[in-house]
């Protein structure tokens, strides 16, 4: 059974820091492409930023909204993908997914709250 | 940036069929994947690659792609359908490769 479980979620200021957490089991991560999709409250999806598998490059591409603030890594050795989010803004707050997929999200997490209060 | 538009709501009747639309320049040429997702929960994906269907999704989804809309169908809707339903393409040449639907709720009368 395929399991992501984020944590690391929580209330920060703005212009803070916060590091989120998606650890996966039940597929061959090492191999996955891995993305955040957030939701803000009573808002739509929207797709933050993905890391390829090491084997397709690793590269990582970034909404436009969080590029040169948030940055996206992986751990294959933990099965554990991360989400390191910096100078936040109010217009962060969200629930944060973790999914995995190439041009579609076949698994889901399901997500870690983020708030930051203005 | 690219758009994809979809309407805000729909409502049907029990039995009856309702009809999702996603627009944009974006889809032309593209595969549409759909996700439903009910309160409280991650999405799921409903339909894949236009008009695939992933284990476990009932018949009555169904989907296609033509031009630059496509269009999520469900047949013989029932009240477990009532949920918020995403459209979302990718665009591998795009460094923003992800774009998904404004979202439309669906509600079962």
């Known amino acids: 059974e395929v399991r992501l479980v984020e944590s690391g979620g929580g209330l920060v200021k703005p212009g803070g820091s916060l590091r989120l957490s998606c650890a996966a089991s039940?597929?061959?991560?090492?191999?996955?492409?891995m993305s955040w999709v957030r939701q803000a409250p009573g808002k739509g999806l929207e797709w933050v930023g993905r890391?390829?598998?090491?084997?397709?490059?690793?590269?990582?591409d970034y909404a436009a909204p969080v590029k040169g603030r948030f940055f996206i890594s992986r751990d294959d050795s933990k099965n554990t993908v991360y989400l390191q989010m910096n100078s936040l803004e109010m217009d962060d707050t969200a629930l944060y997914y973790c999914?995995?997929?190439?041009?579609?999200?076949?698994?889901w997490g399901r997500g870690t709250l983020v708030t930051v209060p203005s | 940036s690219s758009v994809l538009t979809q309407p805000p709501s729909v409502s049907v009747a029990p039995g009856k069929t309702a009809s999702i639309t996603c627009g944009g320049n974006?889809?032309?040429?593209?595969?549409v994947h759909w996700y439903q997702q009910k309160p409280g929960q991650a999405p799921v994906v409903v339909i894949e690659y236009d008009s695939d269907r992933p284990a476990g999704i009932p018949e009555r989804f169904s989907g296609s792609n033509s031009g630059n809309t496509a269009t999520l169908t469900i047949s013989r809707v029932e009240a477990g359908d009532e949920a918020d339903y995403y459209c979302?393409?990718?665009?591998?040449?795009?460094?923003?490769?992800?774009?998904f639907g404004s979202g439309t709720k669906v509600t079962v009368l």
């Open positions: 979302q393409v990718w665009d591998s040449t795009n460094d923003h490769p992800y774009v």
């Open positions: 890391i390829k598998s090491r084997v397709d490059g690793g590269t990582v």
């Open positions: 999914s995995e997929g190439r041009s579609y999200f076949d698994y």
């Open positions: 039940g597929f061959t991560f090492k191999n996955a492409w």
């Open positions: 974006i889809v032309g040429g593209r595969n």
